[in-house]
């Protein structure tokens, strides 16, 4: 059954595909130009199971599909050899269940470090004796290998040069010359998944807020969505404007962030000054609305805290549009840089057959030719009041995705000063359940600054929340940037890694 | 060329002329304790209900104070919205670090922050390495304290790439598993004397994260931090507050 994410329509229902016939119904679907929004595992009543998730990209409904592994079995054909972008999926399933995807063409972990126990996969819970002997340990993390005359390898990080987020990259060089990136993340993974499965599902938003804590605001509102569609209570209108806003506040701020990071990268000071102050301002307006720079602690299922008064909707109204108006002015310091414009121009270059493959979302995929936006594609009445199209370039390089970046910042200070300005009442409407449906599954899709982000939540016949996953934007997009920066110099990675922006946190969970 | 000159010359003077303002009326701020007395003898458990990381305590025979700790806030507004007898309140001061672990958790008795001039082995300047274990909030609010409106600089605080020159060790994030160890290795290639700063709710407690099987539970499940800055995210004044006062700083000691 489809239904619509984010909208309301009713209970969404899984349909059962054998595992036999997974691989070559998602080989269809995706070639008919849908997406794969995740892929995961969970426990059933008689063992582990794989859940897809199916976005229709035409008609912007989404199917949820349900292959239960036989009896006891802990592994699976893997579906990666046909469909790329199932590759790092298949490798946190392994990590967290132990289910061996067979034939997967580089099995290593993705969020499980050598530091933790081999036999530990966390969220197999019902484990049968047969099934324990079945699974093989964790092997130890490898490295590829690049072999060759004069072929030497650069580690960077866990600890990274800058005051960003751990991960470790290894580079295969040949002279200055970028051969291969290994990127190997997982050091900040937290047993997110897990934590939600154990707090009280009242308290979920505060724990969601910090899966990736630079997209609080989208993240508890994907959960929200997730929530509402599991108990099937849709939101009120004010409380979906006041949601958007926050996503579209935080996608101004978070672009123009990096916008600061790319004028450093380029080593083009006063760009970066110029950027920063308005950032700060931008940031004030989310306080003036939720109380937080980051708008954390507002945005909860079923209702909204903390809303508003009019006058202050008023004054955030009068200052988006400033801000957009002076991001407008002062864009072209770095646009129309020449200089700027050099370094940009053709490097760390994403093809648009490249990013269909990997399943390429938000503005790294708008970059190179992927038109994909949630906001398009899941019908959602806030975003049809203002005449806007999301942009879009083909070249795939880091001058694109920048300018992707900057216009989608201009027209999302520009949605949310609309959104804001359509706020009726400051009055707190609170639709909470005392309990939540048992055997449900819901759903939440949003359009993160990141790209596509998506919570899905189940509950058991207690209801009780038995599995939640989240699926930030970045988890598509990591293998991109190893690829963009192929055949490249060394020293080019920094501006490479700044215009995909991704999130590390949002991945490793 | 041209055009940026021309900006940077037209753009007013934007650093932040006030050390330490509060933050502004918008601001939902952080819990303080007030010496108003608590109703939770008639009954009332409205804060401690509502507080998603389980920061308060209510009064006990023992114990005949509500005791909060800053250290597991995450600054969700629920106590300070819901008290009756306005025994907890809203705080928006940004001098909020402290030097003791201990004085993080507010009572009564011991209603606001307790700053102590105890000395510093630094005085004019402090070259900090920040790591970052899992709360990328926090680390643009540490990369906001360089802008120009924060200006760290100003104040002697310059961040590195290389542990090797660092004084200060700063770290955000719940301190997971796997990022355990590279901490203490960046932490043992700092010389001596060296401090070491948690930053934010989720290194000083793991906040939200805290009782999984990946241990993130905190910067102190691996180093002993000399200055703790609560906040989730702290705002950039609360981080250079936390800067200024591993400093010894005069800036920093008066409340
Ligand atoms: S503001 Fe802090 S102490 Fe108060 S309820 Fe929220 S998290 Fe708990
Ligand atoms: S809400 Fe106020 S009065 Fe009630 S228990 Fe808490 S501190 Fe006491």
């Known amino acids: 059954m489809n239904t619509q994410p984010g909208v309301f329509t009713g209970a969404l229902k899984m349909d059962e595909v054998p595992i036999m016939q997974l691989r070559a119904r998602l080989k269809s679907e995706i070639g008919d130009g849908n997406r794969l929004g995740l892929l995961t595992a969970a426990d059933g009543a008689d063992g582990h199971q794989l859940l897809t998730l199916i976005i229709q990209t035409q008609s912007g409904g989404v199917s949820l599909l349900n292959s239960p592994l036989p009896h006891d079995a802990v592994s699976y054909a893997s579906l990666t050899p046909d469909l790329p972008q199932a590759h790092w999926f298949e490798r946190e399933i392994a990590d967290l269940w132990g289910i061996r995807p067979v034939g997967h063409p580089r099995l290593k972990s993705l969020v499980m470090h050598d530091s933790y126990p081999t036999d530990l996969f966390p969220l197999a819970e019902h484990v049968t004796a047969a099934t324990a002997r079945k699974r093989s340990r964790r092997a130890p993390y490898r490295f590829t290998v690049v072999q060759g005359n004069g072929v030497f390898e650069v580690p960077v990080g866990p600890v990274h040069a800058g005051i960003i987020e751990p991960g470790h990259f290894r580079f295969s060089c040949l002279g200055e010359v970028i051969e291969n990136l290994e990127i190997r993340l997982g050091f900040v993974h937290r047993g997110l998944e897990e934590r939600l499965t154990r707090c009280d599902w009242r308290m979920m938003n505060y724990l969601v807020e910090a899966a990736s804590s630079d997209t609080a605001a989208a993240n508890a509102t994907a959960h929200a969505f997730a929530m509402e569609n599991l108990c099937s209570v849709p939101a009120a209108p004010d409380v979906r404007k006041m949601r958007y806003a926050c996503i579209e506040i935080e996608r101004a701020a978070c672009h123009i962030g990096d916008l600061v990071g790319i004028c450093t990268d380029l080593g083009f000071g006063a760009g970066g000054t110029a950027f920063s102050a308005l950032r700060g301002d931008v940031l004030g307006v989310a306080e003036l609305l939720t109380g937080t720079r980051f708008m954390t602690s507002v945005i909860v299922p079923f209702a909204h805290k903390y809303m508003p008064a009019k006058p202050l909707l008023i004054e955030a109204t009068r200052r988006l549009r400033t801000c957009s108006s002076q991001l407008r002015s002062i864009l072209p310091l770095l646009l129309n840089n020449g200089a700027a414009i050099e370094r940009m121009e053709g490097m760390g270059d994403i093809k648009t057959s490249l990013a269909r493959d990997f399943g390429l979302v938000g503005p790294a995929g708008r970059a190179s030719g992927i038109a994909y936006d949630v906001r398009k594609v899941i019908a959602q009445p806030e975003y049809e009041q203002v005449e806007w199209q999301p942009p879009t370039y083909f070249e795939g390089d880091v001058f694109a995705r920048t300018r992707v970046r900057a216009e989608e910042a201009i027209v999302a200070m520009e949605l949310a000063a609309d959104m804001v300005s359509r706020i009726t009442s400051s009055h707190e409407p609170d639709s909470s359940p005392a309990t939540l449906p048992a055997n449900s599954v819901g759903v939440g899709i949003v359009e993160a600054w990141r790209g596509e982000l998506i919570h899905l939540v189940m509950t058991d016949s207690h209801g009780r929340v038995s599995r939640y996953k989240i699926k930030d934007p970045s988890f598509n997009n990591w293998t991109a940037l190893s690829i963009a920066v192929r055949g490249r110099l060394l020293s080019d990675f920094p501006l490479c890694n700044k215009s995909f922006g991704l999130s590390y946190s949002g991945t490793d969970l | ?255």
């Open chain 2, 1 to 255: 060329m041209l055009p940026s000159l021309l900006n940077y010359l037209k753009s007013p003077r934007c650093t932040a002329d006030e050390i330490f303002p509060d933050l502004s009326a918008a601001n939902r701020g952080l819990p303080a304790i007030t010496s108003a007395p608590c109703t939770h003898g008639e009954g009332c458990t409205l804060c401690a209900d509502g507080c998603p990381t389980k920061a308060i305590e209510l009064p006990t025979d023992e114990k005949p104070e509500v005791a909060l700790d800053l250290g597991k806030c995450v600054g969700c507004g629920h106590c300070m919205r819901v008290c009756p007898t306005k025994t907890i309140v809203t705080s928006r001061s940004t001098r909020t670090a402290v030097k003791r672990r201990e004085d993080l958790v507010l009572r009564a008795g011991r209603p606001t922050l307790n700053v102590d001039a105890a000395h510093s082995p630094f005085k004019q300047s402090v070259v900090v390495r920040y790591v970052s274990t899992g709360d990328n909030a926090t680390d643009l609010e540490v990369a906001a304290c360089t802008n120009p409106i924060f200006d760290a600089s100003r104040f002697g605080i310059h961040f590195t790439a290389s542990p090797r020159f660092a004084d200060v060790l700063l770290v955000a994030g719940p301190a997971p598993l796997a990022m355990q160890e590279p901490l203490c290795q960046t932490l043992h290639a700092m010389g001596q004397p060296r401090v070491i700063i948690a930053v934010g709710a989720q290194a000083i407690s793991g906040g939200m994260f805290c009782g999984g099987y990946a241990n993130a539970n905190g910067v102190s499940s691996v180093l002993q931090p000399d200055v703790w800055v609560p906040g989730n995210p702290p705002h950039p004044w609360m981080i250079l507050h936390g800067l200024l006062l591993a400093m010894g700083h005069p800036l920093a000691l008066h409340t």
